[in-house]
């Protein structure tokens, strides 16, 4: 379940509304990619995601090709009968991949692509029940600072045009008249800048925890209770808060990663579902494995 703030509503809004990318930064475990999945689900539409890696591209986004299985297919092609010939057999086409700007461009081509040329015949995403493509698509490409700056400025250079040329096909694909843009929502957790070009055009929604600790232990209190309500006991939701600010700011003068909102809830959740409402279990549970979640940096100890 994700609760909204006003802030990531307008900001969903705005993006919408400006038909631009809506750029999400904050550091891990801030919910930053549960914002585009719950955005998704209220907005009816279908959830198409893609976590960027250091050898991403942006073609990946787009299609791949699969060489190795057409190498493949060659090699036996001497040996295996088949009702097609070689031609149609090493048809390019085959060996396409829809990406996932293809299935949220243009869904029936990506499940033509998918379904008749395919040879992999990969699934497409899922779809909410009933969905159609009128109803729109959701695109999260998650981590984009881990990739070069061409891919951020690549990408500006499609979403702009509406279409991108693939190989082997005859015409483009594309956003299709009369159906909505797809709203694409991108994640950073800051750990490269991005290209200026590519924030110029962009909505940006920051997604900050307070940084003095009463204050984040009120919002992490307020969260658990959002999600758990009398499920989790106030005692226990304040005692995993208190344990949360004191593990972060070891780990932040470590240099290592901090646990944040996520952890809370992490842990929250393993509370209420291994012992149900009870404030003493909870509270002996909590104090059992609350450093499986919450410290970062091993130095805490049994």
Same mark, same amino acid.
């Given at each position: 379940?994700?609760?909204?703030? %006003?802030?990531?509503?307008?900001?969903?809004?705005?993006?919408?509304?400006?038909?631009?990318?809506?750029?999400?930064?904050? %550091?891990?475990?801030?919910?930053?990619?549960?914002?585009?999945?719950?955005?998704?689900?209220?907005?009816?539409?279908?959830?198409?995601?893609?976590?960027?890696?250091?050898?991403?591209?942006?073609?990946?986004?787009?299609?791949?090709?699969?060489?190795?299985?057409?190498?493949?297919?060659?090699?036996?092609?001497?040996?295996?009968?088949?009702?097609? $010939?070689?031609?149609?057999?090493?048809?390019?086409?085959?060996?396409?991949?829809?990406?996932?700007?293809?299935?949220?461009?243009?869904?029936?081509?990506?499940?033509?692509?998918?379904?008749?040329?395919?040879?992999? =015949?990969?699934?497409?995403?899922?779809?909410?029940? *009933?969905?159609?493509?009128?109803?729109?698509?959701?695109?999260?490409?998650?981590?984009?600072?881990?990739?070069?700056?061409?891919?951020?400025?690549?990408?500006?250079?499609?979403? *702009?045009? $509406?279409?991108?040329?693939?190989?082997?096909?005859?015409?483009?694909?594309?956003?299709?008249?009369?159906?909505?843009?797809?709203?694409?929502?991108?994640?950073?957790?800051? %750990?490269?800048?991005?290209?200026?070009?590519?924030?110029?055009?962009?909505?940006?929604? =920051?997604?900050?925890?307070?940084?003095?600790?009463?204050?984040?232990?009120?919002?992490?209190?307020?969260?658990?209770?959002?999600?758990? $309500?009398?499920?989790?006991?106030?005692?226990?939701?304040?005692?995993?808060?208190?344990?949360?600010?004191?593990?972060?700011?070891? !780990?932040?003068?470590? *240099?290592?990663?901090?646990?944040?909102?996520?952890?809370?809830?992490?842990?929250?959740?393993?509370?209420?579902?291994?012992?149900?409402?009870?404030?003493?279990?909870?509270? !002996?549970?909590?104090?059992?494995?609350?450093?499986?979640?919450?410290?970062?940096?091993?130095?805490?100890?049994?």
């Amino acid at each position: 379940m994700h609760l909204f703030d %006003e802030p990531s509503a307008d900001a969903i809004l705005a993006a919408l509304a400006a038909e631009r990318p809506l750029l999400v930064r904050g %550091e891990p475990g801030s919910g930053k990619s549960q914002l585009a999945r719950a955005a998704a689900q209220v907005l009816g539409r279908l959830f198409v995601s893609s976590v960027v890696h250091a050898r991403s591209e942006a073609q990946d986004l787009l299609w791949e090709y699969d060489a190795v299985a057409r190498l493949g297919e060659a090699q036996v092609l001497a040996t295996v009968q088949s009702d097609l $010939g070689h031609r149609e057999r090493l048809d390019p086409r085959r060996y396409l991949i829809p990406g996932p700007l293809w299935w949220v461009f243009d869904w029936d081509s990506a499940l033509s692509q998918s379904a008749d040329f395919s040879l992999c =015949k990969v699934n497409p995403p899922p779809a909410p029940a *009933g969905w159609t493509p009128a109803q729109g698509a959701v695109l999260l490409i998650d981590e984009i600072d881990k990739a070069e700056a061409d891919l951020p400025n690549s990408l500006l250079e499609t979403l *702009g045009n $509406g279409r991108f040329p693939v190989p082997w096909l005859d015409t483009p694909v594309g956003l299709r008249s009369g159906l909505p843009r797809p709203l694409l929502v991108i994640t950073t957790n800051e %750990e490269r800048e991005l290209p200026a070009a590519f924030l110029r055009r962009c909505m940006v929604l =920051k997604l900050d925890l307070p940084t003095n600790p009463d204050e984040l232990i009120a919002c992490l209190v307020k969260r658990g209770r959002e999600h758990y $309500g009398d499920a989790c006991a106030a005692s226990v939701r304040i005692l995993v808060a208190e344990q949360l600010v004191k593990d972060r700011a070891r !780990a932040l003068d470590l *240099g290592r990663p901090p646990p944040g909102q996520a952890e809370y809830l992490d842990i929250l959740r393993a509370l209420v579902t291994a012992r149900g409402p009870d404030e003493a279990a909870q509270t !002996a549970l909590f104090r059992r494995i609350d450093r499986f979640a919450l410290d970062k940096t091993g130095t805490r100890g049994a």
